[in-house]
């Protein structure tokens, strides 16, 4: 393993974030946190509702700034939205008006390049995220999962080194939202990222990531620090595999407030 392996891609450092409220003190949302997460690295963050994730995402992307603190990429500092990040969101967050196709190569129009290098490397996407046929579909005449293949293609087509995903399948239905956990398996071994994914879902924290930080409630703390043992790439059996089950209830009893220990668990 080389050095620049080794180094963290992204490092928070006392990351304190907090929210004015008119007379009221302010809402402290992130207070000193820490973390850092390793080059090619899929870190889930599940937590609480209402615990920072989205707000300690916005600040890694630099659509938000810290009160304190400060986000490390490369060792450089984020000052702001930049190249080598991008996000994709809950609510797909993709132009009515525009075609699939031109949604993805939105975040390509902002960058210097010939109008075709921008649609070639929009359709790589389109296709890489199996929309092949839907180019010229309008939003409203895809269904969730297809918009947020777009949502993804879009994110992936700027080829950012961290991709930033805030509970992007929390909208879709139960099956949507599998066929996406195993497309997303599927990108993370074909493309090259650090992904920073935030799930209210344990199980598919725990079927897609590497390493999961458990959030606590506000202001948010790492509660814990798992590691996955599964191998790549990932195959749908490992749901029911005794550590899988085991690393499910031992986040379920953290997010519930309990510290079982290893003779709780339901047998
Ligand atoms: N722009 C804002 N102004 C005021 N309060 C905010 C703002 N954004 C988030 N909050 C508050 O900060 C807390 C954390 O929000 P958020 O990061 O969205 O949590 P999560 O994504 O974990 O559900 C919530 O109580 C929310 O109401
Ligand atoms: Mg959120």
Redesign the pocket.
Known sequence: MTAERRAPKLRIEGLT?R???GGEPP?V?LDGLDFAIRNLEFVAIV????????????IIDGL?AADAGAVYIDSAPVCGPGAGRAMVFQSFDLFPWRTALDNIAFGLEMLPMPAAERLRISRHYLELVGLHGFERSYPHQLSGGMQQRVGIARALATRPDVLLM??PFGALDVQTRDLLQDEMLRIFEAEAKTIVF?T?SIEEAIYLADRIIV?SA?P?RIGMDIRVPFPRPRRENIKGHPDFVAIRWQIWNKLKGGDAGADDQPR
């Open positions: 974030k929210f004015a409220r809402l949302v937590g609480p509702s209402g615990c920072g994730k989205s707000t300690l995402l916005r938000e805030d509970e935030v209210h959030l506000r948010a």
